[in-house]
T-cell receptor, first 115, second 113 residues
């Protein structure tokens, strides 16, 4: 069974440039999460989707961050414009939601460096 | 609001030493508890979890954790570590019935042969 797939694995951009990350969850997982992981910190939730609906986006900085999951499968997280402080690892995870055990399955992450 | 504290930020051990990593959480209701591990260059993966029942849970690779409700703790243990246990370990909690997983700041474990 394929795991959560994220791309790109690494991205280096200059500040004020836009960047997008893509995530394909495990097949059949209706719940998808985007987490932010700063160096030396634990992951912090940015947004959670149930199918195509964003049910928790309270931690997403909406002035520059946006996300979508149009067909309830894969998802894109965008930052525009990027700032130096956005340098971090962006993790995608999926789960079975209410049908599951609470376990989240994580992708390998997308490491962003903003210069 | 829920929070998770991991007091050991960096632990260095020799092979065969015993391991205990502390985890305390703050939440007044019923919780599910997890330990995730991230090996160098790999993704986060589940080590073990506690939902209910026996407070001593066993996970993969010889790890176990004990839920002590009165202390709001869920410490991770392993009697004898191996070099391959070198990784970062994250404790996490969610309120029962929710999917919102709150992570601690992680503990970096280095095991030397």
């Amino acid at each position: 069974e394929a795991g959560v797939v994220q791309s790109p694995r690494y991205k280096i951009i200059e500040k004020k440039q836009p960047v997008a990350f893509w995530c394909n969850p495990i097949s059949g997982h209706n719940t998808l999460y985007w987490y932010l992981q700063n160096l030396g910190q634990g992951p912090e939730l940015l947004i959670r989707y149930e199918n195509e609906e964003a049910v928790d986006d309270s931690q997403l900085p909406k002035d520059r961050f946006s996300a979508e999951r149009l067909k309830g499968v894969d998802s894109t997280l965008k930052i525009q414009p990027a700032e130096l402080g956005d340098s971090a690892v962006y993790l995608c995870a999926s789960s079975l939601g209410d049908r599951g055990t609470g376990e989240l399955f994580f992708g390998e992450g997308s490491r962003l460096t903003v210069l | 609001a829920q929070s998770v504290s991991q007091h050991n930020h960096h632990v260095i051990l020799s092979e065969a030493a015993s391991l205990e990593l502390g985890c305390n959480y703050s939440y007044g209701g019923t919780v599910n508890l997890f330990w995730y591990v991230q090996y160098p260059g790999q993704h986060l993966q589940l080590l073990l979890k506690y939902f209910s029942g026996d407070p001593l849970v066993k996970g993969i690779k010889g790890f176990e954790a004990e839920f002590i409700k009165s202390k709001f703790s869920f410490n991770l243990r392993k009697p004898s570590v191996q070099w391959s246990d070198t990784a970062e370990y994250f404790c996490a909690v969610n309120a029962r019935g929710t999917d919102k997983l709150i992570f601690g700041t992680g503990t970096r474990l280095q095991v030397f042969p």
